[in-house]
């Protein structure tokens, strides 16, 4: 297979995505660590932020497309760290919602700031051109067949 081949191989462009998107995460996972925050826990922020209302962790997990046990387990981590605190649902008694913590919108805010940042460097030798190509290519591939 010669270069050009090797270029347009579906297997092949799908390996070369996967690289560049752990590249990309792990850049990022580097940025938000300096303010101890990881690409997961700054992301359960975000959703909070986004609802700006406690939200049960059932649907929370659903939302950030992850299982219940791992949500509960990042939702531990955030209360030890006092981003989010623990509310009983008032209208479901089996149910927990995730509430955030001034703390933790405080948190939220910088690490948007680091996000931002990390994102600009990350495709600081792309073009403006060439990043809305990359969107659209994205945005395309997202799309259900």
Do not use: W, Y
């Amino acid at each position: 297979m010669n270069d050009v081949t090797a270029a347009v191989c579906p297997t092949s462009l799908a390996f070369q995505m996967l690289g560049a998107a752990h590249e990309v995460e792990a850049r990022l996972e580097s940025a938000l660590d300096r303010i101890g925050l990881s690409v997961a826990k700054f992301g359960v922020l975000t959703k909070l932020v986004e609802a700006g209302e406690p939200v049960a962790l059932g649907c929370l997990a659903e939302r950030s497309c992850c299982v219940r046990s791992n949500m509960t387990q990042l939702v531990d981590r955030l209360e030890a760290d006092r981003l989010v605190e623990r509310l009983n649902d008032p209208s479901d008694r089996r149910s927990v919602r995730a509430a955030l913590t001034p703390a933790g919108r405080e948190r939220h805010a910088e690490g948007v700031q680091i996000v931002e940042e990390a994102g600009r460097t990350i495709f600081a030798s792309l073009n403006d051109d060439e990043r809305a190509t990359l969107r659209r290519v994205l945005s395309q591939l997202g799309r259900n067949p």
